[in-house]
Structures are given as structure tokens and as C-alpha cells.
T-cell receptor, first 109, second 113 residues
Framework: DAKTTQPNSMESNEEEPVHLPCNHS???????IHWYRQLPSQGPEYVIH???SNVNNRMASLAIAEDRKSSTLILHRATLRDAAVYYC??????????FGSGTQLTVLP | DAGITQSPRHKVTETGTPVTLRCHQT?????MYWYRQDPGHGLRLIHY???????DKGEVSDGYSVSRSKTEDFLLTLESATSSQTSVYFC????????????FGPGTRLTVL
């Protein structure tokens, strides 16, 4: 199954946009790109997903490169409550979600 | 809110004792999953179910068994708990459609002494 690569950690200032990158150079044509986040002491929470086109929802935006080998999760205005581990995941041929270690986002007041 | 509950939320037990964790859903979803999460690791899949009495192994299934006798309940059993099974256990369901989006329960923190 295709793997993803994310930075271990990122920092952002409160009320500023945050761009979380993810590389998935071996993505296959049928793999959906998923983003989840996990707040401290909670289960993972679905954020957004996409296949080819950019996607927006109330939580975030997902920008997918034209060749689909990378994507970026965009939080338009970070708040302290957005501090979490963010996981970029491909569903793979087995249609399972394989979690990596994610990006720890710190939001500074 | 995907209507997923887990019980118990916390449990401390001793090595060698059997333990059963319960996942309950109210949304009638076909697919259910059990994961464990340990420090330094992301979530790892233990077992999953694709229907009543239909289950399959995940990445770290040794030492665990599962059962699903009705759609809403997915049980994870540690037949003889070991200290290496101290972990946080998460249940998930898969939503409708082809994107495989999953929704997670609040987790069960298990400590095996």
C-alpha cells in the first residue's frame, strides 16, 4: 500500500492560516486521501477527504496536487483548539486506513 | 456524532486474566474496526468486521479475538491479558460510500499489571 510522509511537527500562530503538507508519491489512481486529527486523550476525528479535486468543508480545505503525489490540509484560521496530531492517510488497495505518526501541530497564542 | 460508544472506558487488570471490551454503534453500519494506540505509534489495526459473524485479522491480531453476533456490537477479547497489551483501544465504524471514511469511538484505556 502507498505510504505518506508528513513533517513530525509544525507550529502556527493563533488566527493565522496553517498549511499542513503530505507527500504520497506512490499513490494509486483509486486511493482517496484522508485527513484525520487527534486531540489529546480523544479518538481520531475525521477532517476531510478527497480524490482528485480540491475540497472544502466547515473544518478545513484540502488542496490536491494535479499529479496527486502531494496534498495540503489548510486550516484557514488556527485556534488553540486546533492543536492536535494530524494524520494524512491513503485508503489503499485493501480499503483500510493505515495510520502513520502524523504531524503534531502546536498553535501559539 | 457517529453514535459509537465503548465500554469500559478504563480498566485495570492483572496478567493472565481474560478481558472483553465492547463497542456499540447505533447507526447500523456494516464495517467495524478495533485499533490499539501506543506511545510512538499511530493507530494499528487489530481486527475488523464486515458483517454479523464476518471478521478478519488486522496488522496486530495475535493475542486478540473478536466476535460480532449482532450488527450493533463488536467485542474484542484478550483471552489471557499480558503487559504488552497495555494500550488505548479505539473502535471505529466505516461510513457509507466508497471513500472508506471511518468514525472513532472515545477509546478504552487498558492497563495490564
Amino acid at each position: 500500500d502507498a505510504k505518506t510522509t508528513q513533517p513530525n511537527s509544525m507550529e502556527s500562530n493563533e488566527e493565522e492560516p496553517v498549511h499542513l503538507p503530505c507527500n504520497h508519491s506512490t499513490i494509486s489512481g483509486t486511493d482517496y486521501i484522508h485527513w484525520y486529527r487527534q486531540l489529546p486523550s480523544q479518538g481520531p476525528e475525521y477532517v476531510i477527504h478527497g480524490l482528485t479535486s480540491n475540497v472544502n468543508n466547515r473544518m478545513a480545505s484540502l488542496a490536491i496536487a494535479e499529479d496527486r503525489k502531494s496534498s495540503t490540509l489548510i486550516l484557514h484560521r488556527a485556534t488553540l483548539r486546533d492543536a492536535a496530531v494530524y494524520y494524512c492517510i491513503l485508503n489503499g488497495s485493501a480499503r483500510q486506513l493505515t495510520f502513520g505518526s502524523g504531524t503534531q501541530l502546536t498553535v501559539l497564542p | 456524532d457517529a453514535g459509537i460508544t465503548q465500554s469500559p472506558r478504563h480498566k485495570v487488570t492483572e496478567t493472565g486474566t481474560p478481558v472483553t471490551l465492547r463497542c456499540h454503534q447505533t447507526e447500523n453500519h456494516r464495517y467495524m474496526y478495533w485499533y490499539r494506540q501506543d506511545p510512538g505509534h499511530g493507530l494499528r489495526l487489530i481486527h475488523y468486521s464486515y458483517g454479523v459473524k464476518d471478521t478478519d485479522k488486522g496488522e496486530v491480531s495475535d493475542g486478540y479475538s473478536v466476535s460480532r453476533s449482532k450488527t450493533e456490537d463488536f467485542l474484542l477479547t484478550l483471552e489471557s491479558a499480558t503487559s504488552s497489551q497495555t494500550s488505548v483501544y479505539f473502535c471505529a465504524i466505516r461510513g457509507q460510500g466508497w471513500s472508506d471514511t471511518q468514525y472513532f469511538g472515545p477509546g478504552t484505556r487498558l492497563t495490564v499489571l
